[in-house]
């Protein structure tokens, strides 16, 4: 009988959402979308000190922001309840003593003075198989003094006891078989002090009472790997136990290091999906959102960062996605970043965009700019005349500006030093004989063919009328400007930069 596919995304409410989080969220939602499952997203705040407010719903935002909004959430409750690990604390307790009952476990009273001595005395101090027997534990202390010093409420965690001399072992769905010796890895501790489980005991269970099928998860939780197998042993849930795939890493651009916030502060580029304040200082990061990237097209890139369908498609939307996505297809390599590629993936979005996709996000950001857009059916032809030439939204503020308000400045200095009253007056003649039913092409031929009568080459006035209309030297075709414009407001322009020019 097959399992249902059950996943989920379960990150800590600490700060803003790096990408690499992100890819995982959409890997985890590309399975259980491939196979008619539930993407869970489950809020792991059980480290109070790190906690951050307002990062758990910054997270949920940008996730819906991508278009993989969870099936239960916090937000969006179902019948494997609470979604946040901090309402789940009285829950971990029972099996973190269920685990020292059965002997995979033990009471660790050591204060924090206790264990900076000893990690001062040993540079590299690990708690586990060859120094626990000399700690302040269950296992040293007698049971009468065990039991006196948990009635007296005295602090203390509680830590898994790490075999010696066995080799945990299991079948990554990315990497096959993977093997850990017991003997290098220390005593995790499971239940803090404060009565809070520590991830290791946390993901264990919330996984097992939320029947998570398939676990997708960063590569740097490799390590921690035979910790969680074991506690799935150990509690006799082993049958009950998820498949595993340990997700590669997104690497620096020159592939040495995993991607971090500072590398994207060096670089110049953002790590974040979303802008994230910093509640605590105001420190402010960017996100893709903000800088100007579709979020189809944020989603499509992180998609082929380490997986791929086998062809050569790059341009995924997220249906085809769900239907192309394999576990096959990942790569065990880590990807490089590459911000140039990532802004390529936002400019073939931007080009395979209808107008009606962009015109509310171009209106907006040009009522930002104080310009105020009337007509909806103007930005549309507009929005397709320039799509073209916008790598980031905010390209379309440069780019369709011009169509709503006449320029403000002018690049005279393109024009003026060959500028003089033959060209003055080809501009004013054209200007009065302009016939804007006439068709883009009709417009340019009837503009050369009249500078040719004036004794003029049609390159020395193209430019002049480019910078008259726009104010520099971008912009689509110039008569597809014209006709957009029309004969009063192209006339009015041409005056204007006429004036320009000639002072």
């Given amino acids: ?42 809020i792991e705040d059980t480290d109070q000190t790190r906690f951050v407010e307002g990062a758990e719903q910054y997270i949920v935002d940008c996730l819906e922001w991508c278009g993989i909004a969870a099936d239960e959430s916090p937000q969006k409750p179902g019948a494997f309840g609470p979604y946040r690990q901090s ?19 033990y009471y660790a009273f050591d204060t924090p003075e206790e264990l900076n001595a000893k990690r001062a005395q040993e540079p590299n101090f690990l708690y586990g198989q060859k120094s626990r027997m000399q700690m302040r534990n269950s296992l040293t202390l007698t049971q009468n003094e065990v039991s006196e010093l948990l009635a ?16 945990v072992t299991f079948t990554d769905m990315i990497r096959g078989v993977v093997s850990f010796d017991t003997n290098l890895v220390d005593d995790k501790v499971l239940l803090k002090a404060d009565g809070m489980p520590t991830y290791h005991l946390a993901v264990v269970v919330d996984d097992r009472a939320m029947a998570i099928s398939h676990i997708f ?44 916030k500072r590398d994207g502060d060096r670089l110049g580029f953002p790590v974040y999906a979303m802008n994230w304040t910093d509640p605590k200082t105001g420190d402010l990061t960017k996100g893709f959102k903000e800088l100007g990237f579709m979020p189809e097209a944020f989603v499509n890139l992180l998609a082929l960062l380490g997986w791929n369908d086998g062809t050569d498609q790059e341009i995924f ?24 590629k990532a802004k390529w993936f936002n400019h073939e979005w931007i080009k395979q965009s209808a107008a009606n996709r962009l015109q509310l996000v171009v209106k907006d950001m040009l009522a930002e700019n104080g310009i105020e857009v009337t007509h909806a059916e103007t930005l549309a032809q507009v929005i397709e005349l320039v799509k073209d030439r916008c790598t980031l939204l905010p390209d379309f503020v440069t780019q369709t500006s011009y169509f709503f308000a006449s320029p403000s400045t002018y690049d005279a200095a393109a024009v003026k030093p060959k500028w003089n009253n033959d060209k003055a007056a080809f501009f004013e003649e054209f200007a009065n004989t302009l016939n804007v039913e006439l068709s883009a092409a009709d417009l340019e031929t009837n503009f050369k063919t009249l500078a040719e009568t004036k004794g003029l080459k049609p390159g020395e006035v193209m430019l002049p009328l480019r910078i008259m209309l726009v104010g520099g030297k971008f912009g689509p075709g110039v008569f597809d400007i014209v006709k957009l414009l029309g004969k ?6 041409i005056a204007r930069g006429i004036v320009e020019f000639n002072i």
């Fill in 1 to 42: 009988m097959n399992r249902e596919v059950r996943v989920r995304f379960a990150p800590s409410p600490t700060g803003g959402l790096h990408l690499g989080g992100v890819r995982t969220a959409l890997f985890n939602y590309l399975f259980a979308k491939k196979n008619n499952g539930t993407f869970i997203l489950r």
């Fill in 488 to 493: 009063a407001e192209t006339s009015a322009r």
């Fill in 317 to 340: 939307t997220l249906e085809e996605l769900k239907a192309a996505f394999s576990v096959e297809r990942i790569s065990r390599a880590g990807a490089k970043f590459d911000f140039e």
């Fill in 217 to 260: 998860r960063g590569e740097e939780w490799l390590p921690s790997a035979p910790i969680h197998l074991l506690l799935w042993k150990y509690l006799g849930w082993e049958s009950e136990m998820p498949a595993w795939a340990h997700l590669p890493l997104i690497l620096k651009p020159d592939g040495n290091g995993k991607l971090s």
């Fill in 87 to 105: 309402e789940r604390k009285p829950s971990y307790r029972q099996y973190a003593e269920q685990l020292i009952a059965s002997g995979y476990a």
């Fill in 152 to 167: 007296q409420n005295t602090p203390h965690v509680i830590r898994i006891k790490m075999p010696v001399d066995e080799l």
